[in-house]
């Protein structure tokens, strides 16, 4: 599975939208990219996932760059309850092996 | 989605003893279930992979005879943390795979262990 880099730490005021930004230019053509979070203390929630096209659901929205190399997960308008660590996975759908987490953003809303 | 449960949500035991963290998929039938570990301010670590009915793949540096895992069923995996000790106090965080219609891979809410 391909490899990620998120920034590791980001702030967002509350209401407003949250623009998390994920690079995977090494992303193979059968790869799709998820998107979980994980609210402290809880295990990861899955949010959204796509392969080339734009997706929205009632989370969030995915945008994929053309190339595919990156994408940015979009929190329309964040809340308190928003904050968590999210991750940005690439991987082949429904494939064997496990999501692997890396590092993660660590989105702070702030009042 | 589907739904994973794990029981218990927290345990506190003294040093030494075993305990038993179950992990359950309550409306699919898992083919494979994940156990992660996580410690404080530290993403998750695949610990090892069951397949139902065959041993569990533990992952590089996992003890396999601390870390016992059972997958008997398609709908329950244990993991049992024998002989505890304090540096085992972690987060412990199941996930399961298997007859759903991705295929895909939905988490349970982790179980947090503090060992005395």
């Known amino acids: 599975d391909a490899k990620t880099t998120q920034p590791p730490s980001m702030d967002c005021a509350e209401g407003r939208a949250a623009n998390l930004p994920c690079n995977h230019s090494?992303?193979?053509?059968?790869?799709?990219v998820y998107w979980y979070r994980q609210i402290h203390s809880q295990g990861p929630q899955y949010i959204i996932h796509g392969l080339k096209n734009n997706e929205t659901n009632e989370m969030a929205s995915l945008i994929i760059t053309e190339d595919r190399k990156s994408s940015t997960l979009i929190l329309p308008h964040a809340t308190l309850r928003d904050t968590a660590v999210y991750y940005c996975?690439?991987?082949?759908?429904?494939?064997?092996?496990?999501?692997?987490f890396g590092t993660g953003t660590r989105l702070t809303v702030i009042p | 989605g589907a739904v994973v449960s794990q029981h218990p949500s927290r345990v506190i035991c003294k040093s030494g003893t075993s305990v038993k963290i179950e992990c359950r998929s309550l409306d699919f039938q898992a083919t494979t279930m994940f156990w992660y570990r996580q410690f404080p301010k530290q993403s998750l670590m695949l610990m090892a992979t069951?397949?139902?009915?065959?041993?569990?793949?533990?992952e590089q540096g996992v003890e396999k005879d601390k870390f016992l895992i059972n997958h008997a069923s398609l709908t329950l995996s244990t993991l049992t943390v024998t002989s505890a000790h304090p540096e085992d106090s972690s987060f412990y965080i199941c996930?399961?795979?298997?007859?759903?219609?991705?295929?895909?891979?939905?988490f349970g809410p982790g179980t947090r262990l503090t060992v005395l």
């Open positions: 996975i690439v991987r082949v759908r429904g494939g064997a092996n496990n999501l692997f």
């Open positions: 090494t992303i193979s053509g059968n790869e799709y």
């Open positions: 996930s399961a795979k298997g007859q759903t219609r991705y295929n895909e891979q939905f």
């Open positions: 069951s397949n139902e009915g065959s041993k569990a793949t533990y």
